[in-house]
C-alpha cells in the first residue's frame, strides 16, 4: 500500500542516512515497482500541473502530471533529482553546455525514454527537457535533494538554445496551457 504520508517519512529517512541521491532512489524505485498502489495511494491523475507532496529548505517531493504531449524545455535544478514514473511515459533529452560559448548555449547529448516503473537519478549540474509523448497524462514523482523552489536556476529558450534565468510562472503557465488543450478535447 502506498501512503503519501509513510513514502515521505521514508524518503526522509533514506535522506539522512545518505544525502546523496542513492537510498531516496531506492524508496522511490520501491514505490513505483507497484504503480497502482502509487495512483491508489495518488488519486488518478485529472489535469496537468505539479503537486507538491513535501517542501522544505533541503528537501522537495513533488508529483508532476504532464499533459498529453506536453515538453518542458531545457533547464537545470542545481541539486540532484530522482523521477520515478507511476504512469505513462516520460522521455527525457540531456543536455550539455557547449563549452566557453559566450552565450550559454548547449548541445544534446544523450537520451532517456522512462517507462512506468522506471526510476532515474539525474546529478546535480544535468540539464535536461522532458517530453511526455503519450496521448493521455503522464504521471511521476520528482524528488530533489534541496529546495526545488527556491534555488536560482537556469532554463534554455526550445528554439535559440540561449540560457537564460528560470521562470517558475512561465513553466506554471505551460501546465496550464496542456490543461486549457485537453478541456477542449
Ligand atoms: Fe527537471
Given at each position: 500500500?502506498?501512503?503519501?504520508?509513510?513514502?515521505?517519512?521514508?524518503?526522509?529517512?533514506?535522506?539522512?542516512?545518505?544525502?546523496?541521491?542513492?537510498?531516496?532512489?531506492?524508496?522511490?524505485?520501491?514505490?513505483?515497482?507497484?504503480?497502482?498502489?502509487?495512483?491508489?495511494?495518488?488519486?488518478?491523475?485529472?489535469?496537468?500541473?505539479?503537486?507538491?507532496?513535501?517542501?522544505a529548505?533541503d528537501?522537495?517531493?513533488?508529483?508532476?502530471?504532464?499533459?498529453?504531449?506536453?515538453?518542458?524545455?531545457?533547464?537545470?535544478?542545481e541539486?540532484?533529482?530522482?523521477?520515478?514514473?507511476y504512469?505513462?511515459?516520460?522521455?527525457?533529452?540531456?543536455?550539455?553546455?557547449i563549452?566557453?560559448?559566450?552565450?550559454?548555449?548547449?548541445?544534446?547529448?544523450?537520451?532517456?525514454?522512462?517507462?512506468?516503473?522506471?526510476?532515474?537519478?539525474?546529478?546535480?549540474?544535468?540539464?535536461?527537457?522532458?517530453?511526455?509523448?503519450?496521448?493521455?497524462?503522464?504521471?511521476?514523482?520528482?524528488?530533489?535533494?534541496?529546495?526545488?523552489?527556491?534555488?536560482?536556476?537556469?532554463?534554455?529558450?526550445?528554439?535559440?538554445?540561449?540560457?537564460?534565468?528560470?521562470?517558475?510562472?512561465?513553466?506554471?503557465?505551460?501546465?496550464?496551457?496542456?490543461?486549457?488543450?485537453?478541456?477542449?478535447?
Amino acid at each position: 500500500m502506498f501512503e503519501v504520508d509513510q513514502f515521505v517519512a521514508d524518503c526522509r529517512a533514506a535522506y539522512a542516512d545518505d544525502s546523496s541521491h542513492k537510498a531516496v532512489r531506492e524508496v522511490a524505485a520501491r514505490a513505483v515497482s507497484d504503480p497502482g498502489q502509487v495512483l491508489q495511494g495518488l488519486g488518478e491523475p485529472q489535469r496537468a500541473g505539479v503537486h507538491t507532496l513535501y517542501h522544505a529548505p533541503d528537501f522537495t517531493i513533488l508529483n508532476v502530471v504532464w499533459g498529453p504531449h506536453m515538453t518542458l524545455m531545457p533547464h537545470n535544478h542545481e541539486m540532484w533529482a530522482v523521477i520515478s514514473v507511476y504512469t505513462g511515459r516520460e522521455d527525457n533529452i540531456f543536455w550539455r553546455r557547449i563549452k566557453d560559448h559566450p552565450d550559454g548555449l548547449i548541445e544534446a547529448a544523450g537520451a532517456k525514454a522512462l517507462s512506468v516503473k522506471d526510476t532515474e537519478p539525474l546529478g546535480r549540474n544535468i540539464i535536461h527537457s522532458v517530453t511526455n509523448p503519450i496521448p493521455r497524462l503522464t504521471g511521476a514523482i520528482h524528488i530533489y535533494g534541496g529546495d526545488f523552489f527556491e534555488v536560482d536556476r537556469s532554463e534554455w529558450d526550445p528554439e535559440s538554445l540561449q540560457e537564460e534565468a528560470y521562470n517558475v510562472e512561465k513553466i506554471m503557465g505551460l501546465f496550464e496551457k496542456s490543461n486549457r488543450i485537453l478541456e477542449m478535447s
